[in-house]
């Protein structure tokens, strides 16, 4: 089974910062990697996928980037409703999930 | 508009068997490259994929999982059907339905998700 880490676990950033999530593969997975923002109560909204394309509706401050084994969210300027829990899931084999990243205000 | 929606039990006692209902609006189980998949999330923790269906009834699930498992779907209904037997308190979770896109295997819509109890 491919396992996925993100890092960090939680992080505290304030309103405009650039913030960058970073998610690993255990094994090379291409570019079949997909990234989600979760708010508390609430189910998961796809961001990105493919690594680097962003879903329609999502706010062009979300970008990502990677391949193979190594991964990147990254929000550039960040905004009050971006706090939230953010999951990356690879889809080249069974789809997994990564542990989450909690961000949080400052 | 794509929706999905969950229904099912919220409490089941231990060893009894789950059965969870997804029922979808604005696309199609019959046809399409798109499906269904089942996606899980006990309070506070990660989210775990357990099993997906799709239009050509191709079905795969979770391995650490696919022995209590079963998919299936009923096209007239709209309708997706997960059962999972032998139900213990670690399987308490939310349990979410989602739309899945064939090949790329990304997640586009989800239901609300619902609230499953394990407890005597």
């Known amino acids: 089974d491919i396992q996925m880490t993100q890092s960090p676990s939680s992080l505290s950033a304030s309103v405009g910062d650039r913030v960058t999530i970073t998610c690993r593969a255990s094994?090379?997975?291409?570019?079949?990697l997909n990234w989600y923002q979760q708010k508390p109560g609430k189910a998961p909204n796809l961001l990105i996928h493919?690594?680097?394309t962003l879903q329609s509706g999502v706010p062009s401050r979300f970008s990502g980037s990677g391949s193979g084994t190594h991964f990147t969210l990254t929000i550039s300027s960040l905004q009050a409703e971006d706090f939230a829990t953010y999951f990356c899931?690879?889809?080249?084999?069974?789809?997994?999930f990564g542990q989450g990243t909690k961000v949080e205000i400052k | 508009q794509v929706t999905l929606k969950e229904s099912g039990p919220v409490l089941v006692r231990p060893t009894e068997t789950l059965t969870l209902t997804c029922t979808v609006s604005?696309?199609?189980?019959?046809?399409?490259?798109?499906?269904v998949s089942w996606i899980r999330q006990p309070p506070g923790k990660a989210l775990e994929w357990l099993a997906h269906?799709?239009?050509?009834?191709?079905?795969s699930y979770s391995p650490s999982l696919k022995s209590r498992l079963t998919i299936s779907k009923d096209t007239s209904k709209s309708q997706v059907v997960l059962t999972m037997t032998n139900m213990d308190p670690v399987d308490t979770a939310t349990y979410y339905c989602?739309?899945?896109?064939?090949?790329?295997?990304?997640?586009?819509?989800w239901g609300q998700g619902t609230l499953v109890t394990v407890s005597s």
């Open positions: 493919t690594s680097s």
């Open positions: 094994e090379s997975i291409s570019n079949y």
């Open positions: 269906i799709f239009s050509d009834d191709e079905k």
């Open positions: 899931q690879q889809s080249y084999s069974k789809p997994a």
């Open positions: 989602a739309r899945i896109i064939q090949f790329s295997d990304y997640f586009d819509y």
């Open positions: 604005g696309f199609s189980l019959s046809s399409g490259r798109m499906g």
